[in-house]
């Protein structure tokens, strides 16, 4: 079963996140939910197991409400570097104003249950609760801080975003391009790439002992440094400001 498994991961060029039922010819299905038997169960947001730098898209339908507010940059981050360079990310999620809005025109029970229900998923399963909704700016950034390019962002039915973007740059590069420097060296190289300034002296220190090599309590890897800055709120903040949203 596992050289099956693995010889279907290095065939197939495509990702269909979050499947559910819907299983798609040509695509590896991933999902997180074991009835759904999917090709690949992930557990825990680890995707370890998929292949780095090897896809040519990524699906991912209605699949980021379903993951916390705190991980969101972190899954984006994974998902770009499942894809090839110039890969393609695809994804529908929810906007939070658009479910506002049917709302405040459909008053009666009948029509607001289901519509709350779109704002916090069905919650019929463990996998099935929203934890997090996007309006058209903080999905932007978010996609952006991730290092996506935006190449057509449109919502349908007033209240579902479909967004298609592609990978513009390798975020572990970071790891490769400063391989010879020092660990300060690095940390301030990262810094300035990632966020835009010098580190500071308490950023800087906890990075640092992270990666100490002759520490006992190392607990950082190069790989974990950078995306432990990329995925910052910073971060985000950083790039709304550079690109005006």
């Not at 495509?14 to 992930?42: H, S």
């Not at 894809?83 to 607001?112: E, M, R, W, Y």
């Not at 903080?138 to 975003?161: E, M, P, R």
């Not at 490769?176 to 300060?184: A, Q």
Request: neutral net charge.
């Amino acid at each position: 079963m596992k050289q099956q498994l693995d010889r279907k991961l290095k065939k197939l060029e495509k990702i269909n996140v979050g499947c559910g039922w819907d299983k798609r010819e040509g695509y590896l299905n991933i999902d997180v939910d074991a009835k759904t038997y999917p090709d690949v169960l992930v557990v825990g947001n680890d995707y370890s197991i998929i292949p780095k730098y090897h896809y040519t898209e990524i699906l991912a339908n209605d699949v980021l409400e379903h993951i916390s507010h705190t991980q969101t940059l972190s899954v984006l981050l994974d998902w770009s570097e499942c894809l090839k360079d110039n890969g393609k990310l695809h994804l529908q999620t929810s906007s939070i104003l658009g479910v506002a809005a049917q709302l405040k025109l459909k008053p009666k029970f009948v029509d607001q249950i289901g519509w709350t229900c779109c704002l916090f998923g069905n919650q019929a399963h463990e996998g099935d609760f929203h934890h997090v909704g996007f309006t058209e700016a903080t999905l932007k950034v978010h996609l952006l801080a991730a290092g996506y390019a935006i190449d057509s962002f449109s919502i349908h039915n007033q209240w579902l975003f479909f967004v298609d973007c592609h990978k513009t740059f390798d975020w572990t590069s970071l790891i490769r391009d400063n391989d010879k420097k020092n660990d300060s060296e690095f940390i301030v190289a990262l810094y300035k790439t990632v966020l835009g300034r010098e580190p500071d002296w308490m950023g800087e220190q906890h990075i640092k002992q992270g990666l100490a090599s002759n520490s006992l309590t190392r607990s950082l890897t190069r790989r974990d440094a950078v995306k432990h800055v990329f995925q910052s709120r910073e971060r985000l903040y950083y790039i709304a400001e550079q690109a005006n949203l």
